[in-house]
């Protein structure tokens, strides 16, 4: 134990005199320590003087004060006691709330006094009085929360007393004031349902709230479940006979009358489900089977009759009904586009006018609000199952679209009269009015959907046949009811050779849709513009499609679209000229379809060039066969050789027989030249390649030359008539086969050259007939080589056998 040093604590007990002179880093003296000590046991017998005379003092209200406590630890157990009475009530388990947990017995047990006397005697006054205000303190704080449970369990008894009041109004007298009622504690309760919005209760950790809104929900459903019972009776959609029934007052079987009358108003119930905030549902629901039922039926045959019959049973009670009943004659005065408009309008008319009368009993608050759940779908069906149907197919029929437009605008009136369109502004209308206000924006629409279809299904249904195309002069032979093309066509056919049918009916509707626009206004000029140029792309896209595999060999359906690719380039180029004064003025600047030509001409060139491919590529894999043709002298060889090229010809027969009665003439004299070419080209330069021809070699190779000389020029001679129909075809001058075949004079050469001797071929080359035949130089050195034995003379032709510059 250290030795103890002066501190303020110490030196405040010292006397006054001396303790200011002590250093409180030095050490307390013995002195010191003894008039610390004394100066202690002064000060304790003056505090326990004091505490004395207090308790004595206020000895009566301390006795007061313990009496007071004990009694209000008497009354919260019994509010403990009532409050576990109420959790029962709710059917709640009182488990959770105790006794134990409300009220502690233990702190609230009276000590006895024999205890407390010795108690006393043992323990300081100033302790006790510690303990006696610290136990008041805690007493007083669980008095507030007994208090404040109270407070819940008198609110939570008079919300219920309020619950179960309400639910005895459920009566046809007060039953839009139980509705009140039941929002009203809806807001006390904090209650959310599914159609106001997410829940955002407060007392989720309160059970004797959430049994309180488990209480409400439960009677709020049997509440709207009288509501709708009652609604289902007044209003009566059967669907097999689409009649609609409404009967009020309503007798209420669900609900206890008592001694009141055991029937509703409609427009009572109205009320009720307005405040209970279900009407809108409801309406919304009656709207829908009025529309599938009632009006769905009359725009699909407008020929159904509204009957209307107001029925008296007994009073109060009353029953109307409205059925659609089929005409047994039609009131049609005469044959006009718009009295299936009308018809529709005046019946939807008389539906509606029984709607406000009977059903909402002409409250233009409840019509209103039916409205805006049904005018939109209304609106929509009679455009799509009648207005747009009306709509002209042609563009001299606009002009009688105007009396169903003025139709409309009164229809659309008298329904905003009934009140069942929102917000009508007579002066601009309604969708309806709208629609028919822009029938020149439908029209063209409509024509131009028609137009694509139309495009479409004849793409599809058409046959790429030359039984099905004109050439020439035989367009005039067509049916008449296949196409009137042939007599707007400003271009002779026999330029482009046989056109199809689907290329024709594509034009005559192209031709047909500009017409329309010449006589059209402007913006619609300008879709069906649009509409005409599309069909083209349309055409474009889907032939190549539709024709698929079939170009991918030599077919003459490829032929075919060739032509027609020319032929529609051409018209294109045409339409201008056609058409470019009667088009409005807006659409003349940008009437064109001058970038459409180099896309049908390209196509056209990329696919003829594919043939040619095709065909050329078919032509050399024949004559690989014949290996070059050496050793023709063989037998064996001779006859494949032969064989080979009668392939080669067998090729074309099939071109000739494919082509020729499709393409013109020049085009099929280009194509053939080109493919002649390539065969022709390859034979001389082969036999030109060998090295050593002996003389029956020679010879062989002369009769296989002399077949190619003879089978090639009637592939490229011009019929003189029509292959297809018969007709004469007017005289082209073909170019002779030495012009379009550039291989064909050194064919001729060499022919020559296999029979000529070495001084003969030694003059022709000097003559310069072999360099105008195409050989070279070092072409007729090597036939020499080739032929001829080596000897000084052929030594010496072959010096004289030099290049010509």
């Known amino acids: 134990m250290g030795i103890p040093t002066m501190n303020s604590t110490l030196k405040e007990l010292l006397p006054h005199s001396s303790a200011g002179e002590i250093d409180e880093s030095a050490f307390l ?20 003087e004091k505490v004395f005379k207090t308790v004595t003092t206020y000895d009566t209200d301390f006795k007061r004060i313990i009496s007071q406590a004990d009694r209000t630890a008497a009354d919260v157990q019994s509010v403990s006691e009532e409050l576990q009475a109420v959790l029962e009530l709710f059917g709640g388990s009182a488990g959770n709330l105790d006794q134990s947990s409300l009220f502690s017995s233990q702190r609230f047990q009276k000590i006895p006094k024999n205890e407390e006397a010795e108690g006393s005697a043992n323990v300081p006054v100033d302790i006790r009085i510690c303990n006696l205000a610290s136990e008041i303190h805690g007493i007083r704080k669980r008095i507030k929360e007994r208090e404040d449970a109270l407070v819940v369990v008198n609110a939570v008894s008079s919300l219920f007393a309020q619950l179960l009041s309400t639910e005895r109004k459920f009566t046809p007298k007060h039953l839009v004031e139980a509705a009140s009622n039941m929002r009203h504690l809806q807001r006390k309760l904090r209650v959310e349902l599914e159609y106001d919005g997410q829940s955002t209760d407060n007392f989720e950790d309160v059970k004797p709230f959430k049994l309180l809104q488990d209480a409400w929900r439960e009677r709020f459903q049997k509440l709207v479940n009288i509501l709708e019972n009652m609604f289902a009776k007044a209003i009566l959609v059967k669907k097999s006979s689409s009649e609609l029934s409404v009967t009020s007052p309503v007798h209420c079987d669900s609900l206890e009358a008592g001694s009141e009358p055991a029937t509703i108003e409609l427009s009572v119930i109205f009320k009720a489900m307005d405040v209970v905030g279900v009407l809108d549902a409801k309406l919304a629901i009656l709207g829908d089977a009025i529309h599938k039922h009632i009006l769905i039926p009359i725009l699909r045959d407008p020929s159904l009759v509204v009957s209307t019959t107001d029925v008296t049973n007994s009073y109060p009670n009353s029953r109307s009904s409205l059925t659609l009943i089929k005409s047994v004659s039609q009131d049609n005065k005469g044959g006009q586009n718009d009295e299936p408009v009308s018809f529709v ?22 019509m209103g609000r039916f409205g805006r759940l049904f005018w939109p779908t209304l609106a929509e069906t009679i455009i799509s199952g009648c207005l747009s149907k009306a709509v002209p197919n042609e563009t001299s029929q606009l002009k009688e679209f105007h009396k169903i437009a003025d139709l409309t605008k009164e229809f659309e009136i008298a329904l905003a009269n009934e009140g069942l369109i929102p917000n009508f502004d007579r002066a601009k209308g309604d969708k309806l009015s709208n629609f028919a206000a822009d029938v020149e924006v439908h029209f063209a629409t409509k024509k131009r959907k028609h137009v694509l279809a139309q495009t479409r299904d004849m793409i599809m249904q058409a046959d790429y046949v030359l039984s099905e195309s004109s050439w020439g002069k035989s367009v005039s032979r067509l049916p008449e009811d296949s196409d009137t093309f042939g007599d707007r066509s400003i271009s002779r056919l026999h330029n482009f050779g046989a056109v199809s049918s689907v290329a024709r009916k594509l034009l005559a509707i192209i031709h047909d849709t500009i017409e ?7 913006r619609t000029a300008r879709e069906l513009y649009h509409a005409s140029r599309d069909a083209v792309q349309l055409y474009r896209a889907l032939i190549p499609v539709k024709l698929g595999s079939g170009t991918s060999s030599l077919s003459q359906a490829a032929a075919l679209f060739h032509n027609d690719c020319l032929y529609i380039a051409h018209e294109l180029l045409t339409f201008v000229y056609q058409y470019g004064d009667a088009l409005p003025v807006p659409l003349k600047e940008n009437f064109t379809f001058v970038d459409l030509v180099p896309v049908f001409r390209l196509l056209a060139k990329e696919l003829m060039n594919q043939q040619v491919s095709i065909v050329a590529g078919e032509l050399m894999t024949k004559l690989d066969q014949a290996r070059g043709f050496q050793r023709t002298d063989e037998k064996q060889l001779y006859e494949i050789t032969q064989q080979s090229l009668q392939q080669v010809l067998a090729i074309f027969n099939n071109l000739a027989t494919l082509w020729r009665p499709v393409l013109s003439q020049k085009v ?5 030249s080109r493919l002649i070419e390539n065969v022709v080209s390859r034979i001389v330069c082969e036999v030109l390649a060998i090295d050593d021809i002996a003389v029956q070699e020679s010879v062989q190779l002369q009769k296989i030359l002399r077949v190619v000389e003879e089978s090639f020029p009637p592939y490229l001679t011009p019929p003189q008539t029509d292959e297809i129909n018969g007709d004469q075809v007017p005289g082209e001058d073909s170019d002779p086969i030495e012009k379009s075949v550039p291989s064909w004079r050194k064919l001729g050469g060499l022919l020559n050259l296999l029979d000529m001797s070495l001084v003969t071929i030694t003059q022709a080359w000097e003559s310069g007939d072999l360099s105008s035949r195409g050989f070279s130089a070092a072409e007729v050195q090597k036939f020499i080589r080739a032929v001829f034995s080596e000897t000084p003379f052929r030594q010496q032709c072959l010096l004289r056998i030099v290049p010509k510059f």
Do not use: M
Not at 29 to 48: F, G, H, P, V
Not at 352 to 361: A, E, P, S, T, V
Not at 668 to 672: K, L, N, P, R
């Open 29 to 48: 003296s013995a002195s010191d320590l003894i008039t610390l000590l004394d100066r202690i046991r002064i000060c304790s017998e003056e505090i326990k």
């Open 345 to 366: 309008y005046s019946r939807v008319a008389q539906v509606i006018r029984f709607l406000h009368k009977n059903i909402f009993g002409d409250h233009a608050k409840w």
């Open 516 to 522: 329309d626009a010449s006589l059209a206004t402007p």
């Open 668 to 672: 099929y004299t280009e194509v053939v």
